[in-house]
């Protein structure tokens, strides 16, 4: 599934009746528009060491393309904007609270339904009541929240995800699959440690890469027949849902949504921030079918999120969530998303910038340390890079890994990440075909001025989660 191009997912007739392939068009005009910043490299460089080169400091007006996630930035529709008119606000009760619960149920199955305003408020209030001391769960990759929620209730947060995902250049269609074999040694070696199992998808953290239904199928069985439950990150799911339908032997025929039904009742309850598939700026949701820990959530959930009808959402976000969770399985809708994706890697692999392969749903990796080999991991080559993307380009992108992850040892010596990427995530229906053109193009002649770039000395860094505030200063 490498370099999917513009309709390259459509059917071989119409394909083969012209030659060239027909264009996926955006499938939406546009109502309302926001214009862009387009500022010169020299206010660039202001802005950009005011924020001591760390682009979460950027403000986001002197931003051109703002990739730095995909996340609260979709593009509401018509229908969606018109639900929020008709939202009732009442504290308790509310009849957009009624609406949004039957639409999650109906997806998913789950008997229970606690919205919350954002996917970390869901993680927060289903670790809190499941994690303790000594206590592993395991996943294909948590998403950093989800490693920090884990973490904060002094449990471990397991990564068990198939090798094929740790190296950028390696082809597989479900690279964010569990290593089957190794859940199973961890329930024979620790199963009274475990007090829930949970898959990421899409996997975010090993490149937006899609889980199989039979992976799912097989971590389901497994952890049934433990009586562990079974919890989906299923922030992403419709895209996740789209890739098993166009990759997955025997999923052809299905619809996305038949798909998700199924992936979602495989699971026991999930963790959702809608602020991704669910196509809003804000909102989320915990979902479960026991209702012991139903009960129990409901009750932190008044502590810190708010009554159970409307959790940490006004009803117009809850309005807009239920219609946006049926938009985002719309098959044109998404076969425009892929192929966006897609067709962005294959411009920066033509423009001889290495990705992770193959393309996310929500996203492409660059690798970095294969562009600017001469910059050491402890001189933050992907930092470099998504500065020179922003001085160049006004590109915002996000640096995934020695920025983000590297640790120094009680020596004091410096450990890189595994790999050092920079993700250039696609929000929703927002940016235009002539807008990833551009950033193909801008991204092409960074590449080919690589070698001169250098690297970055950190001249502060807080204790959790660096990349939000670090400080940096360029190598002289
Ligand atoms: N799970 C996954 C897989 C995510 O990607 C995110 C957020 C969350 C949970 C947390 O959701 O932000 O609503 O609290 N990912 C964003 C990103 C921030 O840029 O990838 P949240």
């Not at 997806?107 to 001391?133: C, D, N, S």
């Not at 592993?136 to 209730?153: K, L, M, W």
Request: charged share 25%; with cysteine; hydrophobic share 40%.
């Amino acid at each position: 599934m490498d370099g999917l191009h513009r309709g390259e997912m459509l059917d071989q007739t119409s394909r083969s009746e012209s030659r060239m392939p027909p264009v996926i068009i955006e499938p939406f005009r546009i109502k309302v528009v926001e214009p862009l910043a387009l500022l010169s490299r020299g206010e660039r460089e202001e802005h950009l060491r005011r924020a001591g080169f760390n682009l979460f400091g950027v403000p986001a007006e002197a931003v051109t393309f703002d990739l730095l996630t995909d996340s609260g930035l979709s593009a509401m529709s018509t229908e969606q904007w018109s639900a929020i008119m008709r939202a009732d606000e009442s504290y308790a009760g509310s009849r957009s609270f009624a609406r949004f619960e039957q639409v999650v149920r109906e997806l998913t199955g789950y008997r229970h339904v606690i919205p919350t305003h954002q996917g970390r408020a869901a993680e927060r209030i289903l670790f809190g009541l499941t994690v303790g001391p000594g206590a592993v769960v395991p996943s294909n990759s948590h998403f950093d929240t989800t490693r920090a929620n884990i973490e904060h209730g002094h449990g471990v947060a397991l990564d068990l995800v198939i090798d094929e995902a740790r190296e950028p250049s390696v082809q597989h269609p479900f690279k964010g699959n569990v290593d089957i074999e190794k859940l199973e040694e961890l329930i024979r070696a620790r199963r009274d440690q475990i007090p829930l199992g949970m898959v990421t998808i899409t996997n975010n953290t090993a490149g937006g890469q899609p889980v199989s239904l039979a992976n799912l199928r097989e971590v389901s069985r497994i952890l049934r027949s433990h009586s562990i439950p079974f919890f989906l990150d299923a922030c992403r799911f419709a895209e996740n849902c789209w890739f098993i339908k166009q990759r997955e032997p025997g999923q052809s025929g299905r619809s996305v949504r038949e798909i998700a039904m199924e992936v979602f009742r495989l699971a026991d309850g999930c963790t959702l921030s809608g602020k991704k598939d669910g196509l809003v700026n804000m909102g989320g949701f915990l979902a479960m079918n026991d209702e012991t820990l139903a009960q129990r959530a409901r009750n932190l959930l008044i502590l810190t999120e708010g009554f159970p009808t409307y959790g940490g959402c006004a009803a117009r976000d809850l309005e807009a969530l239920a219609v946006g969770l049926g938009e985002a399985l719309d098959e044109r809708y998404l076969e425009y998303r892929a192929t966006s994706t897609a067709y962005l890697a294959r411009g920066l692999n033509e423009a001889g910038i290495q990705t992770v392969q193959p393309a996310g749903g929500h996203a492409v990796y660059i690798d970095a340390r294969s562009l600017l080999p001469h910059i050491a991991p402890e001189r933050f080559p992907g930092q470099s890079l998504a500065c020179e993307l922003y001085l160049h380009g006004g590109i915002r992108s996000c640096e995934i890994g020695s920025a983000m992850f590297a640790k120094i040892g009680p020596d004091g010596a410096f450990h890189g990440a595994t790999n050092e990427l920079v993700r250039l995530a696609l929000p929703r229906r927002v940016y235009t075909q002539s807008h990833v053109d551009r950033v193909i193009e801008l991204c092409g002649e960074v590449a080919a001025g690589a070698s001169r770039l250098r690297g970055l000395r950190r001249t502060y860094a807080p204790q959790f989660l660096p990349h939000f505030t670090s400080r940096y200063e360029p190598e002289a």
